[in-house]
């Protein structure tokens, strides 16, 4: 059975911090990113390391601290671990870093999600709703 991480209660300051400090390192975003890849599918270790090119007992690390701060799940398939991302997690700290972007002058936000490089489908609603993206 797989089991997420939800995370339903708000986002906070100490949580988005940990979560961060996790991602600081490239081999963890890589494998973050990786995993949310794959969805809920996941990946066991041993291919992770494979697929991003990192020994075995460096992955162990590096699994270990994404395991602590929540960001990925992991569950034993016989002698293997399979890890999931948390993609709760992630939409709670999208979330948190949006939610009160331009509160005071939402026509602002419009205005920077058509500068912004991502697909209009996967920012946050627009806060004036005669704007269609």
């Known amino acids: 059975m797989i089991q997420l991480l939800l995370n339903c209660k708000n986002m906070d300051k100490l949580t988005a911090t940990n979560i961060f400090e996790s991602l600081s390192s490239g081999v963890r975003l890589d494998v973050f990113r990786l995993l949310v890849k794959k969805g809920l599918d996941g990946m066991v270790a041993g291919d992770i390391a494979t697929t991003l090119d990192v020994p075995p007992t460096n992955m162990s690390f590096h699994l270990?601290?994404?395991?602590?701060?929540?960001?990925?799940?992991?569950?034993?398939?016989?002698?293997?671990?399979?890890?999931?991302?948390?993609?709760?997690?992630?939409?709670?700290?999208?979330?948190?870093?949006?939610?009160?972007?331009?509160?005071?002058?939402?026509q602002q936000c419009v205005d920077m999600r058509t500068a912004s490089n991502c697909s209009a489908s996967i920012l946050p609603p627009n806060p004036t709703q005669s704007a269609k993206f």
């Open 64 to 106: 270990k601290a994404l395991t602590q701060a929540q960001l990925i799940s992991v569950e034993q398939e016989g002698r293997y671990q399979r890890y999931r991302a948390n993609i709760p997690l992630m939409l709670d700290m999208i979330s948190y870093l949006t939610e009160e972007c331009c509160a005071e002058n939402p």
